[in-house]
DNA sequence: GTGATCCCTGCAAAGGTTTGCAGTGAAGTA
DNA sequence: TACTTCACTGCAAACCTTTGCAGGGATCAC
């Protein structure tokens, strides 16, 4: 009774019912021979296995899915794929679930909170938990979504639920105080998107350490975390006549250099940028990124193992006798800050209060301190950080 | 009998069932109320719907693909998506499958012919089809597995499958002419992955356009698609005695450029380079790209839509009675190809060859002016074609 | 009043897999 | 020999939804 079709068709759908046909055995013996080999004889075994081989078995994931309530998916959700913050974090990711025979299902919101929402549920039903990267939805959201599916946040810090952060306020502070080093004492400070949480912390800390180095910090925004972002805000930048910016990321600094230059402001002699995440990018425009380096590969490979290690404890469709007890008890709420790392390279120099060259200190100028060196607290690495 | 959970924990699964007992109707008339609402009564329909609406009910996808056959995803196999070339399709794919209630599945290989297959594999019976984009592996794998899932190609030719491609073939030819025009007879090619549709394309026809304008074309590779790739092959250029290069894409170009700079020799004024693609970044760097524009997005948009149109000939799983006839006849084996365009920026200038300045005739130096641009064959438009 | 038509709804099977339980036969123990 | 243990396998329910079929009223025409 097998359905008549060419060789050059899509290949009928094989199932374990056929394999156990071909093998002589039940269903559940196929079933084992997978899910449970140490279950059935070894014997058994190798004749299913060559059996379902033969004939180009694969199970099901959506029946297997539909009883065991775990898809072995996780979702991914990320603010604009175009930027070259998140693909080295999905790689990450995906590699880090490949191991755990999971597979990621990817989306680009394209920085659209509704759209994030709306992602959230669709996914839900059909992954065991959703990766949240930076996130344009309000906390009180993120919180009722994370009752529907297991969530873990990347970028963004919820009370009460798993989050991966990166210490962009250690970054930013490094990063003014390195520019503070360098004698500028007129800093703007380039904001990102009102809803992001690195930009808030950005703000904190940027705001924090320019006082304590008696600079005066302007912020400009919020702007699109994008080339176009920076483009636009360059002549601001050029009216507001700081010698120095910190953008919140590198895409906005690399735009804002490119507008700088058609403005005829030269970076870094006129005005020095620092960037924000080290994207392959900033190594190879002119000049140089100085950046804030962001350990993206980490925080994905990080919130796939606190996603997935929340996961095994509550299975999902959990309804029989005893799930009650367990459901909604061990939620891991673990919060993970990374490192973050300055790396120092040719779009910032010295601005207008630099000391000149001495050997040792004699504090010149209207600057009475800094002792040894140059202020740059932070040790400035070659490279991206590792892990 | 419900379990008890706490507001806290992960929300009890609110299955079908729930609602139908909540609104007082049978199951089926819940699943009608979703799946095919003008069969019930109005009245019903609000009542039921208000039920969902109030216990949070969501479909089941699982349960739903089961039964129907159809997963309403679609997997998209991408090469290597820190390459900035890919995101842009992914974000078109997505839009376009989005309109259309599909879900992507985007998934990475790293250029791993072997990571390719085993994916189709993976993602076969979780999605609908699977677009597979810039494959590594050979011809006759892609046949044998568009046996297991519908398969369209992008960026690759396989007769008997539909396939999206971009005239990178045009795209050479022009390139090559515009390296003509300004004088250059010695040209080398960057070859890309040895796999790679794209790159045969890109040599036949740069070797056709080199001999009919009487140029050298001397092919340098296979290379790595990435600025590493064009970082390690500088030197090489630069003891060639080329004068002028065609990169197999744009991350390779650049890397070249950073190489050759790294090296001394100047861009364009030794040596002119050209890319392909158009990446958001080849405006960025200095210099400013010249490059073969690819239409990314339309090449993502067209390969959903046929997908979708073959997918919505033969159903899959169908086994019922019939299934037969329908089955593998009506495969969609059309072949899509896709403009491109030469855009012409500051990485590009005359060569030993130019003829001296004349007024009405090519104009020389790094002048980027000129109304009707003699000497330069393919429309140079200032910006990525649209569609 | 009878029959036909139509709209709506319920019934039940089906889809592929997992898994608790029970059954089988062989080996080991007393 | 009788009993227990053990390894393996089969049985059947369950997961959640869709869908062909049939039933139940109501409406309408004759």
Redesign the pocket.
Known sequence: MTVATSDEGPAV?V??????RAS?????????T???P????????VRVLACAEDLG????R???A????RTHNIGLIIADIANPFFPPLIKAAESQARHRDYHVFVADTNEDPTAEEELVHALAKQVDGVLLCSPRMSNSLIEQLSREVPLVVVNRQVTGLPCVLMDVGQGARAAIEHLIGLGHRGIALLGGPRSSWTNREMRRAAATAARSGGAELTVLGPNAPTETGGLAVADQVRRSGVTAVLAYNDLMAIGLIEGLDALGVRVPQEVSVVGVDDIALSRLTRPKLTTVATPTGAAGRTAVDMLLQQDIESPR?A?GPGAGTALGVRRTTAQVMLQTDLVIRDSTGPGPHARPARPLAAPPGPDPHCPAGPGVPTAATGDAVAS
Chains 1, 2 share one sequence.
Not at 15 to 20: E, G, L, Q
Not at 38 to 45: D, G, M, Q
């Open positions: 759908p199932t374990i019912r056929d394999v156990a002589g055995v039940h269903i559940s013996t196929v079933s084992r997978f899910s449970a140490h279950l059935v004889n070894p014997e058994t075994r078995y694969r199970p099901n959506a029946a297997r539909l009883i065991t309530g469709g309804r």
